[in-house]
């Protein structure tokens, strides 16, 4: 079951994307219809070149002597892979696409992510790739012979709400590369979220709202958060500081506030004449 319209939540190329399966007496053009979807799924939508593709595994492959599961591991394994998405991000940024790329979901919490960073610690990166792979969790959802796809943003698919909204962090913009186009870029987008076991809004990656990142330094408290009442977490991006210095034209900002029902009137009156845009305001 999905939730909610798949094109207003930024999965419509995902939801729409049939799910492949190696089958015996697939055609040549079939073979590298796969081939094609395993890289984008492996890459995370990024762009192959010729001279980066993988000859030997793709003729092994086509010659059935390796199946889906072993052409997805030898992609995995790759330098390729290894240069884009290991050595040069930061590790738990590289553990949350892991789990995207070869599960096809975010990590459950903190503790699942701590673990991948163990066996990359005492068995490296290979074994660590093994782990996802060899699962029983991978090999009942996409078997010998499936493509992995980005299944998290199906309902069925998680174990917590969190796990679900935080599927949305990892493939919002869904047409670009998943460190490309990307606010985050190399840096983590859940370690923070993941460590407080916190949910996300979802919202349209159409809307000015997607554009906001959790800041690193946390949420702050408005006016009388800390009294006896109820308490609402405000999402605010897009501020541009040329409000205030003409120099800093194009520079935004991204901030958390934690404000009580009846201050809520007086933050958004004042988050809109600083330029802000409110991304989402859910209570806590």
């Not at 055609?27 to 070149?49: C, D, F, P």
């Not at 949350?96 to 163990?118: I, K, Q, Y």
Request: a positive charge.
């Amino acid at each position: 079951m999905s939730f909610g319209p798949a094109s207003r939540l930024g999965v419509s190329r995902f939801d729409e994307t049939p799910l492949l399966e190696w089958v015996p007496g697939l055609s040549e053009e079939e073979a590298e219809t796969i081939i094609s979807a395993v890289y984008r799924q492996v890459l995370g939508n990024a762009y192959v070149m010729d001279s980066e593709r993988l000859a030997v595994p793709e003729s092994q492959f086509k010659r059935q002597e390796l199946s889906v599961r072993g052409f997805v591991r030898a992609v995995a394994k790759s330098e390729l892979y290894r240069s884009r998405f290991f050595t040069s991000c930061a590790r738990y940024r590289a553990i949350e696409l892991n789990f995207r790329h070869l599960l096809g979901r975010a990590p459950l919490d903190l503790e699942e992510m701590r673990g991948h960073s163990t066996i990359l610690d005492t068995e490296g990166f290979e074994a660590d790739i093994d782990s996802y792979i060899d699962s029983d969790e991978y090999q009942a959802t996409f078997g010998e012979d499936g493509v992995p796809y980005i299944r998290g943003y199906k309902t069925e698919a998680c174990t917590s709400m969190t796990q679900f909204t935080h599927l949305f962090q990892l493939v919002r913009g869904s047409a670009s590369s998943s460190l490309k186009g990307d606010l985050s870029g190399k840096k983590p987008k859940l370690n923070s979220l993941t460590i407080l076991g916190t949910p996300t809004a979802v919202i349209s990656p159409a809307s000015d709202g997607a554009t906001f990142r959790n800041p690193a330094t946390g949420a702050r408290f408005g006016v009388g958060a800390r009294e006896q009442g109820k308490v609402y977490r405000v999402e605010v991006t897009g501020y541009r500081a040329n409000k205030f210095r003409k120099s800093s034209q194009f520079r935004r900002a991204n901030q958390v506030f934690l404000v009580p029902f009846d201050k809520l009137s007086y933050e958004y009156q004042r988050i809109h004449r600083q330029g802000g845009v409110i991304a989402s305001i859910t209570p806590i």
